[in-house]
């Protein structure tokens, strides 16, 4: 595989995360590695010096991000009972395993390159969690016309008759703005051959207005060396997010900051994540 296709590096942070949604009552323990206990314990100078300087901290922004991505599925599921769900670099979320439970007979199906959708697929079995309506397939976002293509996976796993909704949390940063664009229009394309077509995704935005930018540079240096990849923040406003989804042929893109969405999680100097919702 071309180097350049291949993020495997990422999974640092899906231990990571998942050791954080575990700690926050989000997972079931299973879901928590000794190697995301080892960066939990590494990052906890940081993020202590983090929420005291910044306002906020790695910790906050995941937690922030699940939320509002897990209440605006919750809505969509309300809204369309026979929704499909596909979680892409589904890492070591637990959202597959909570909503299969919730929700027992909406198709639910997680996807990750090649090691981590092993793992995933093992850890759900050992869970008894893998069933007709919850299953773990392998999907590399960056590919086309090959079997762990998107469009590969979508055409063999799901009802074009049925409304779907796909999901990346914790993806869009690693990737330069055209690169991940060229996905987003891929995705919007995809989504249209279905009855409804949603995207739920999560976003770091641009903070160089921000009080604290230094400090936020200086994370965010850390964060690359650590999961030996780039992470980059993209659009100033929820006005010039919406408007980039909408060039990508999204005809309703809605953003969602957790200062102004969730209860008491309004950040000093202002929020460093936000989630988008977008319809085809």
């Not at 092993?118 to 079995?125: D, I, S």
């Not at 923040?233 to 809605?254: D, P, R, S, W, Y």
């Not at 100097?269 to 936000?274: F, S, T």
């Amino acid at each position: 595989m071309d180097n350049k296709k291949d993020t495997s590096s990422i999974s640092f942070t899906a231990h990571y995360t998942g050791y954080v949604w575990y700690k926050n009552n989000l997972s079931h323990k299973a879901f928590a590695t000794k190697q995301g206990f080892a960066f939990y314990q590494l990052l906890r100078p940081i993020e202590v010096l983090a929420k005291y300087f910044i306002g906020s901290d790695i910790k906050t922004t995941l937690l922030q991000r699940h939320q509002l991505i897990d209440r605006e599925l919750s809505q969509l599921i309300g809204q369309h009972p026979d929704l499909q769900i596909l979680e892409l670099a589904c890492g070591l979320s637990p959202r597959g395993w909570r909503i299969n439970q919730e929700y027992p007979n909406n198709l639910y199906i997680e996807a990750d390159l090649q090691g981590m959708a092993q793992r995933k697929q093992q850890l759900l079995t050992e869970l008894d969690a893998i069933n007709a309506k919850h299953k773990v397939s392998v999907c590399n976002i960056l590919v086309e016309d090959t079997p762990d293509s998107l469009e590969a996976l979508l055409e063999r796993e799901f009802d074009k008759n049925k409304p779907l909704v796909v999901i990346t949390e914790g993806l869009i940063n690693y990737f330069q703005l055209p690169q991940i664009s060229e996905f987003w229009t891929r995705l919007n394309t995809a989504l249209t051959q279905f009855s409804t077509g949603f995207y739920l995704t999560d976003v770091y935005p641009k903070v160089t207005q921000h009080r604290f930018y230094h400090w936020i540079e200086l994370a965010n240096k850390s964060l690359k060396v650590s999961s030996k990849s780039s992470f980059m923040m993209h659009f100033m406003t929820n006005e010039e997010a919406a408007t980039h989804l909408k060039g990508c042929g999204f005809g309703q893109v809605n953003v969602f900051n957790p200062d102004e969405e969730l209860p008491n999680a309004k950040t000093q100097g202002g929020a460093l994540v936000w989630v988008m919702r977008c319809e085809v």
